[in-house]
């Protein structure tokens, strides 16, 4: 024993000087472009790690704030970058490094992103000049470009001003210009018009264009799949939404086009042959929708992966069977702030429970047992389950008219859903219809009345869950046992304003969920600083912790 002791007490202790050399290029690869050009200024063996081959092929080049003490010029002689990220740089700093370069300087790059820029138009007709082989750009924020009107002006499609002549064989397939306020039809209409290769186009939050930009696009762009138009309040939908049936789109957003409306939908999913390759559909604070549109989309695009429902008024019991006995490749269902949304939504038949209430009635004895799969669709139907004896012998002993074949669970490929501020929903829906594989995100955050009871059927049908989001529900501690000890892949565990975890929660954390990396307690009164901290000490695997607003053990005990 004494012999072991001294042998490790022998070993020298690592530093950055004996670092091995893998480690130190690990530690640079973390590092942005400028801050390693500081580094490497340390020592002569730091600025041979900094010229490892697996930091030299990075392909992705991200600026944030400035260029530092680093030189366009000397970056674009890596031919190995593809994607240039730059954001919050000025336009002083562009013109500096832009002095000099050529036409065609950066042909290597494809994907150029400038992120909230302030550059004027003469600036970014160098930049095109120089990064002139590109398929992506993005001018996300960008305003400054625009406010001139010299780029949004009536000239330009001619050769002098125009940002699709600046550059000789410009053909780019994917666009962007989200929150480019001052962006209107006279400078989508010329660029869509011209640029007919595009594939990808992100129009959000443009509130000046109108329903002739969306006719352009319509009649020009013949290739597009993605389509973004969020916040696009001054496009009205008839005769230009149902337009767009005619390109092959897999992924549309019409978020918070108010302006557009349920009818609209139905004549765009609901006639022949419809979008029969869309995968994605975002109607978010859309306004209300009617129970036909659902089937028609049902049966036009089977191929939907991805539904965002998420603040939409009111949506009917039907239209969620729908949903449930239809689209089997669902894969993401966003349904949060539909404060209409039940237990009845999620079971799929009417119950006898109560919207307000967390609790549910047991079955009376002048009730008769109706099978759910053949029960009168306006008849309340209560529960009869018993989980005295634990919910696995429940569920595989009940009979429970609860227990149909047209409810949430048909969705066997599901990954992630999102019913956060459901106020409505409660542990009845849960015990009876929540049975995902496949979930591996599953978000409940103010949904109310969510209690322990339900918390454990989860973790036994859920195993795969990564990702959960308890914040402001009434979750215990004998929840987050069953949590840290059945969902042994959990990532990220939000429990935020939970008024009933302890630090004995914290505590069976931290024997079993090794795997956790993310842990919110913020709001928890009763967990305490001093646990926290020791928390972090013994998972090392979790690097984010929040703990904002929570107890400290002194604090209590003085007073």
Same mark, same amino acid.
């Given at each position: 024993?004494?012999?072991?002791?001294?042998?490790?007490?022998?070993?020298?202790?690592?530093?950055?000087?004996?670092?091995?050399?893998?480690?130190?290029?690990?530690?640079?690869?973390?590092?942005?472009?400028?801050?390693?050009?500081?580094?490497?200024?340390?020592?002569?063996?730091?600025?041979?790690?900094?010229?490892?081959?697996?930091?030299?092929?990075?392909?992705?080049?991200?600026?944030?704030?400035?260029?530092?003490?680093?030189?366009?010029?000397?970056?674009?002689?890596?031919?190995?970058?593809?994607?240039?990220?730059?954001?919050?740089?000025?336009?002083?700093?562009?013109?500096?490094?832009?002095?000099?370069?050529?036409?065609?300087?950066?042909?290597?790059?494809?994907?150029?992103?400038?992120?909230?820029?302030?550059?004027?138009?003469?600036?970014?007709?160098?930049?095109?000049?120089?990064?002139?082989?590109?398929?992506?750009?993005?001018?996300?924020?960008?305003?400054?470009?625009?406010?001139?009107?010299?780029?949004?002006?009536?000239?330009?499609?001619?050769?002098?001003?125009?940002?699709?002549?600046?550059?000789?064989?410009?053909?780019?397939?994917?666009?962007?210009?989200?929150?480019?306020?001052?962006?209107?039809?006279?400078?989508?209409?010329?660029?869509?018009?011209?640029?007919?290769?595009?594939?990808?186009?992100?129009?959000?939050?443009?509130?000046?264009?109108?329903?002739?930009?969306?006719?352009?696009?319509?009649?020009?762009?013949?290739?597009?799949?993605?389509?973004?138009?969020?916040?696009?309040?001054?496009?009205?939908?008839?005769?230009?939404?149902?337009?767009?049936?005619?390109?092959?789109?897999?992924?549309?957003?019409?978020?918070?086009?108010?302006?557009?409306?349920?009818?609209?939908?139905?004549?765009?999913?609901?006639?022949?042959?419809?979008?029969?390759?869309?995968?994605?559909?975002?109607?978010?604070?859309?306004?209300?929708?009617?129970?036909?549109?659902?089937?028609?989309?049902?049966?036009?695009?089977?191929?939907?992966?991805?539904?965002?429902?998420?603040?939409?008024?009111?949506?009917?019991?039907?239209?969620?069977?729908?949903?449930? #006995?239809? %689209?089997?490749? *669902?894969?993401? =269902?966003? &349904? $949060?702030?539909?404060?209409?949304?039940? +237990?009845?939504? !999620? @079971?799929?038949?009417?119950?006898?429970?109560?919207?307000?209430?967390?609790?549910?009635?047991?079955?009376?004895?002048?009730?008769?047992?109706?099978?759910?799969?053949?029960?009168?669709?306006?008849?309340?139907?209560?529960?009869?389950?018993?989980?005295?004896?634990?919910?696995?012998?429940?569920?595989?002993?009940?009979?429970?008219?609860?227990?149909?074949?047209?409810?949430? #669970?048909? %969705?066997?490929? *599901?990954?992630? =859903?999102? &019913? $956060?501020?459901?106020?409505?929903?409660? +542990?009845?829906? !849960? @015990?009876?219809?929540?049975?995902?594989?496949?979930?591996?995100?599953?978000?409940?955050?103010?949904?109310?009345?969510?209690?322990?009871?339900?918390?454990?059927?989860?973790?036994?049908?859920?195993?795969?869950?990564?990702?959960?989001?308890?914040?402001?529900?009434?979750?215990?501690?004998?929840?987050?046992?069953?949590?840290?000890?059945?969902?042994?892949?959990?990532?990220?565990?939000? %429990?935020?304003?939970?008024?009933?975890?302890?630090?004995?929660?914290?505590?069976?954390?931290?024997?079993?969920?090794?795997?956790?990396?993310?842990?919110?307690?913020?709001?928890?009164?009763?967990?305490?600083?001093?646990?926290?901290?020791?928390?972090?000490?013994?998972?090392?695997?979790?690097?984010?912790?929040?703990?904002?607003?929570?107890?400290?053990?002194?604090?209590?005990?003085?007073?």
């Amino acid at each position: 024993m004494t012999e072991g002791v001294s042998s490790m007490q022998a070993m020298p202790l690592l530093s950055w000087q004996t670092l091995p050399e893998g480690v130190l290029v690990d530690v640079f690869l973390f590092l942005s472009p400028s801050q390693r050009g500081v580094a490497r200024q340390v020592c002569r063996r730091w600025e041979r790690a900094s010229g490892h081959p697996a930091i030299l092929t990075q392909s992705v080049l991200k600026l944030v704030g400035s260029f530092g003490d680093l030189s366009l010029r000397s970056l674009l002689w890596n031919e190995r970058i593809k994607h240039l990220h730059v954001i919050n740089v000025d336009n002083s700093q562009w013109s500096m490094q832009l002095c000099g370069l050529g036409e065609g300087g950066g042909h290597h790059v494809r994907q150029l992103v400038l992120e909230n820029c302030s550059v004027t138009f003469a600036t970014f007709i160098h930049i095109v000049q120089v990064f002139s082989s590109l398929d992506l750009l993005s001018l996300n924020g960008c305003n400054t470009l625009f406010m001139t009107g010299q780029l949004i002006s009536d000239k330009l499609g001619t050769e002098q001003n125009s940002l699709l002549n600046a550059s000789a064989g410009l053909r780019l397939s994917e666009v962007s210009l989200a929150c480019c306020r001052d962006v209107t039809d006279r400078g989508v209409i010329p660029f869509v018009t011209s640029q007919t290769h595009l594939q990808k186009l992100n129009l959000a939050h443009l509130n000046q264009i109108t329903s002739k930009a969306l006719i352009a696009i319509e009649q020009n762009c013949r290739s597009l799949n993605s389509l973004v138009l969020t916040k696009c309040s001054s496009i009205i939908g008839r005769k230009t939404i149902p337009n767009l049936i005619t390109l092959p789109l897999t992924h549309l957003n019409l978020s918070e086009c108010y302006r557009i409306d349920s009818v609209d939908l139905s004549d765009l999913c609901g006639v022949p042959p419809g979008l029969p390759d869309l995968e994605s559909l975002e109607v978010e604070n859309f306004g209300l929708i009617s129970d036909s549109f659902f089937p028609k989309l049902c049966q036009f695009s089977p191929k939907l992966k991805l539904i965002s429902l998420c603040s939409v008024p009111d949506i009917s019991r039907e239209s969620m069977i729908c949903i449930f #006995s239809n %689209l089997t490749e *669902l894969r993401h =269902l966003k &349904l $949060s702030w539909i404060h209409s949304l039940t +237990d009845d939504h !999620l @079971l799929g038949i009417p119950t006898g429970n109560e919207a307000s209430s967390a609790r549910w009635k047991p079955r009376s004895s002048g009730d008769s047992k109706v099978d759910g799969e053949n029960a009168d669709m306006t008849k309340k139907l209560f529960c009869d389950c018993d989980f005295t004896l634990g919910i696995a012998h429940q569920k595989e002993h009940s009979k429970c008219p609860l227990y149909t074949t047209r409810n949430l #669970s048909l %969705l066997r490929k *599901l990954e992630s =859903l999102d &019913l $956060s501020s459901c106020s409505n929903i409660s +542990d009845l829906s !849960l @015990l009876h219809a929540f049975n995902l594989p496949n979930l591996h995100t599953l978000n409940l955050s103010m949904c109310i009345h969510v209690t322990d009871v339900s918390l454990e059927l989860i973790c036994l049908n859920c195993k795969s869950l990564e990702k959960l989001n308890l914040g402001y529900t009434a979750v215990a501690d004998s929840g987050i046992k069953f949590v840290s000890k059945r969902l042994t892949v959990l990532r990220s565990l939000i %429990l935020t304003n939970c008024m009933a975890i302890t630090d004995a929660a914290i505590g069976y954390l931290e024997a079993y969920a090794f795997q956790l990396t993310e842990l919110d307690v913020s709001l928890c009164p009763n967990v305490t600083q001093e646990q926290i901290n020791h928390f972090q000490r013994s998972v090392p695997t979790v690097h984010s912790i929040k703990s904002r607003y929570i107890s400290s053990g002194n604090f209590r005990e003085k007073y």
